[in-house]
């Protein structure tokens, strides 16, 4: 027998021994030996999408990596940040890689319904009879940016919770299937508040992650000078597409979950609330409200997406722990007295995630 024929051989043996692990550890979930390659592709393909992304975008490595978690877990994200950091780019970049249609939409007061949604209009048809044709709208795209989201107001901000939630847009009493994969990344701008729409809760549960952009290093700040200020920035690879997105969004799912993860992840979300018999004493006068039931959801999802992503065949605990702060961030709401204190929520939840227990 060859060397290649050897190499199979070891692999299908270590194949062979994950699935009888993964056998006796879950209930209910297993990999067969397709699902096993499958995760090996993704890997694989994961890495070259962060090196194809590296050639227009500077640093921001830790960005890249939560949005590509959010889309492979089938979920939205928010990205908060201060004007000129390549959001914009890196999503309209990411659509690229992914031969995915991309739909951009500036969020003004101004903004109604219908603007993002598309309408009826009236139009006249080959036989000469005039009648209503809908137009679709931004949303009806693949990967659509909601730039500076909290601007828009609550009408608005409610036609984009339905298409966030359902997949969906209504008009006029119809509903328009959104094309899939679906996911919004909206942006909010931390710094200018004025003449803007806060996003309720029920919207920023939505969201499986709050991704957090901070200011480039100075070597990083130099290099985004030399890449920006020459010629045209280079088009990238198609990697993915839509059929292969959805494929990897069905293999996530499937990743085992220990049955010890998921009581760690509902311990976890539960020791937010800062009325239950679980919640630690340093955290009631600091939290009025914690996270809820979709929590514990977005914790396994993201998990399962991270260890996917990284070739891993089953979820560990320091995926749980990598996608905690991003997950729970933005639905636990601080008291007056950590406000005043400068005790933030992200501060909470790494305390937390230090102290909860396996």
């Known amino acids: 027998m060859d060397a290649s024929g050897d190499e199979r051989d070891r692999s299908r043996g270590i194949k062979s021994r994950t699935d009888g692990i993964l ?17 090996d592709r993704l890997c694989q393909t994961a890495r070259q999408l962060r090196a194809e992304l590296a050639r227009v975008i500077v640093g921001q490595q830790e960005t890249i990596e939560q949005l590509i978690v ?26 690229e890689t992914m031969s995915l249609d991309f739909s951009r939409i500036q969020f003004t007061p101004d903004l109604m319904p219908m603007d993002i949604t598309g309408t009826d209009i009236l139009q006249e048809s080959d036989q000469g009879r005039r009648e209503f044709q809908f137009v679709k709208g931004p949303l009806f795209a693949n990967i659509v940016l909601a730039d500076e989201i909290n601007r828009a107001p609550p009408k608005t901000q409610a ?17 328009f299937p959104l094309d899939e994969p679906f996911m919004v990344l909206a942006t909010q701008n931390p710094v200018e508040q004025e003449g803007t729409y806060p ?7 939505r969201f499986m992650s709050l991704i957090e952009l901070d200011y480039p290093s100075e070597a990083e700040e130099i290099q985004i000078a030399k890449t920006t200020t020459g010629d045209e920035l280079p088009q990238l690879k198609h990697l993915l597409t839509a059929e292969d997105i959805l ?13 010890h993860l998921y009581t760690y992840a ?13 919640s630690p004493d340093w955290l009631r006068p600091l939290v009025s409200w914690g996270a809820g039931p979709r ?47 400068r005790v933030t929520a992200k501060t909470i939840v790494k305390r937390l995630v230090e102290e909860t227990a396996v």
């Open 23 to 39: 056998k006796s550890k879950m209930t209910t979930e297993t990999l067969t030996d397709n699902d096993v390659d499958a995760i």
């Open 70 to 95: 959010c889309l492979f877990a089938r979920r939205h994200a928010l990205l908060m940040g201060v004007p000129g950091l390549a959001k914009t780019l890196l999503v309209s970049k990411l659509a």
């Open 159 to 175: 036609a984009m919770l339905e298409a966030m939630q359902e997949h969906r847009v209504t008009v006029l009493g119809k509903h």
């Open 199 to 205: 996003l309720p809760e029920a919207q920023l549960d």
């Open 247 to 259: 494929s990897y969004q069905h293999l996530v799912r499937r990743v085992p979950v220990p049955d």
């Open 266 to 278: 509902a311990r976890l979300v539960r020791r937010t609330r800062p009325d239950g018999d679980t």
């Open 295 to 341: 929590a514990v959801q977005n914790l396994i999802l993201g998990a399962k997406s991270r260890a996917a992503l990284q070739g891993s065949y089953m979820v560990r605990l320091e995926d749980i722990q990598h996608v905690a702060p991003t997950v729970l961030t933005h639905r636990i709401i601080t008291t007056f007295a950590a406000q005043s204190e």
